[in-house]
């Protein structure tokens, strides 16, 4: 099946099933925009940068002070960082046409994505065509190009490098100096700034094969999708695998790997930083070292610059997810999709919601966020960028604060700071004693112990954040902290000992529990809990 077609087998049984209910939000983002037509309208890509984000999608109907090329048109938007409209484009041919990608540059932004038709001054290769096109800042369009085989052509992906912008897409011909290799290929394609070829290069197995998406920089051009045979020098592991491949900027391979479960695996976007190489996508299975979670899980992996897997993640809820976007930022990567469970933590508003989750380069969570109407949503994109971060899609509801247009509208939303997950912590307030009595008058000192995990160094917690029912971890003149690591459990791992002031505590006769919090160096929030019995004086 390929992209364009499962996006709307999606989005067709979610409209079917979509309920007439109120609308709620359970999600903290900084604004919300929904518009449309009376039609069918998404948003299938976002790019952020100093001064606001780019939105790029389709629309089955006319937008507000734009005319309408054929039964489905693209469109680009740009938004300034406060979320107010700065102008619109739609576009298009005399058939269906198709928005898949969005990129930017001081020199301009580049659409891509697919056409059944022939744009002006471009000729029709076969019944789907790909094509790319580049608007200056102000909406002026500077170039278009159209391309492809006799048969069909998308597509899906561009990005920009240092020499040049990258498109990724599938092929069911062979393109012009290329080799086909089954019954679909994926190919990347490179221009230069004014839209001049500058290299294609076609791949795939002996099967068919699609491009999820593509990102570059300067350690080179990277593509992910899915494959159903065996790559030159990969072995299966399922039904169909999920793939990256990385090029230099002139071209030549750099490594391939395929990935997967012993079922069907989808690479849907890659994302670029200075530590490394991320996939996401979406896993019918479990992939090696991870858990299933459901029918359909989400999945995020890192590889070096060279190649080698750095760690795997993959999460979901007992339903279906999938893991559509993904864009890296200072603090890690974001992931986005839809679910239509409830991931861990969260709580479903509808029948399919939006998500959004960060990671921090090392694999770890830092936070999780679903939302969404009471009918269905999907985030079909995010970047983060200067101005912010931006997660883009499609809602068959009534957002907060917004007004529907029609019967499916796009949607696009800057992203709030989200309150982070705290690490739950074992503590012990008074090691070895129970049941843990405390006279708040008694001015005396009481210990408490925090326990070590394998998630937990606690010689990474910042003691001038820790309290205990609001009393600070008491001080011992130039001596620092009153306080003292070691195994106090015989558990093997190192455990914090501090001592608070008994007179400190904000604690009643009725209290019969005491919550310790606190921060690491790095700003993870720690929650821990113990009984307590309050004595009078």
């Known amino acids: 099946m390929t992209t364009l077609r499962l996006r709307r087998w999606i989005a067709l049984g979610w409209g079917c099933l979509a309920l007439a209910l109120p609308a709620l939000l359970a999600q903290n983002l900084a604004w919300v925009r929904q518009f449309g037509t009376p039609s069918t309208d998404d948003a299938v890509a976002v790019a952020a940068d100093a001064g606001g984000v780019w939105v790029a999608g389709n629309t089955s109907g006319t937008l507000a002070g734009q005319t309408s090329a054929g039964s489905q048109d693209a469109y680009l938007a740009r938004y300034d960082g406060a979320g107010t409209l700065q102008w619109v484009r739609q576009f298009g041919t005399a058939a269906l046409d198709q928005a898949w990608s969005v990129a930017a540059d001081a020199s301009g932004v580049y659409v891509a994505g697919s056409t059944r038709g022939a744009f002006p001054g471009q000729a029709g290769a076969g019944a789907l065509d790909a094509f790319v096109r580049k608007y200056d800042a102000g909406g002026n369009e500077l170039w278009t190009r159209q391309f492809g085989t006799s048969s069909t052509d998308q597509a899906v992906g561009i990005a920009i490098g240092p020499s040049g912008v990258y498109v990724a897409g599938s ?30 290069r076609q791949f795939g197995t002996a099967s068919s094969d699609q491009a999820g998406g593509i990102a570059a920089g300067a350690s080179g051009v990277y593509v992910t999708g899915a494959v159903l045979g065996n790559l030159p020098g990969q072995t299966g592991a399922g039904w169909q695998d999920a793939f990256v491949r990385g090029y230099d900027a002139s071209g030549t391979e750099l490594w391939t790997r395929q990935f997967g479960s012993p079922s069907v695996d989808l690479g849907r976007a890659v994302a670029l930083d200075s530590t490394g190489v991320y996939v996401s996508g979406a896993t019918l299975a479990a992939l090696p070292g991870q858990t299933s979670a459901g029918l359909a899980d989400v999945f995020l992996r890192k590889y070096d610059a060279g190649g080698t897997e750095l760690w795997t993640r993959q999460f979901g809820s007992a339903s279906f997810e999938d893991g559509l976007a993904a864009s890296a930022g200072p603090g890690g990567v974001l992931v986005a999709g839809y ?30 966020r679903q939302f969404g109407v009471s009918a269905t949503d999907s985030a079909w994109a995010v970047s983060a960028g200067p101005s912010g971060a931006y997660v883009a899609g499609f809602t068959f509801g009534v957002l907060p604060g917004q007004t529907g247009a029609g019967f499916q509208d796009t949607f696009l939303a800057r992203l709030g700071d989200p309150a982070p997950t705290a690490i739950q912590v074992a503590i012990d307030i008074k090691p070895g004693e129970f049941p843990n009595t405390i006279n708040p008058r008694s001015r005396g000192s009481l210990r408490v112990a925090i326990f070590g995990a394998p998630a937990l160094d606690v010689r990474t917690i910042d003691l001038a954040t820790v309290t205990l029912a609001g009393a600070p971890v008491q001080t011992q003149g130039q001596q620092g902290y009153h306080s003292s690591i070691g195994d106090v459990n015989g558990d093997g791992l190192a455990d914090l000992l501090v001592h608070v002031s008994t007179e400190a505590m904000q604690i009643g006769p009725a209290d019969t529990e005491a919550t310790l919090e606190g921060r690491t160096y790095d700003g993870k929030q720690i929650v821990g809990r113990d009984s307590i019995r309050v004595v009078p004086n």
């Open 171 to 200: 092929t069911g011909g062979v393109l012009p100096g290329q080799s086909g290799s089954g019954d679909q290929d994926v190919f990347v394609r490179k221009y230069d700034a004014a839209g001049s070829v500058l290299w294609t």
């Open 339 to 368: 679910t239509m469970g409830a991931l861990p933590g969260q709580a479903p508003s509808g029948l399919a919601d939006a998500f959004d989750r960060s990671n921090d380069a090392g694999g770890a969570e830092l936070w999780t």
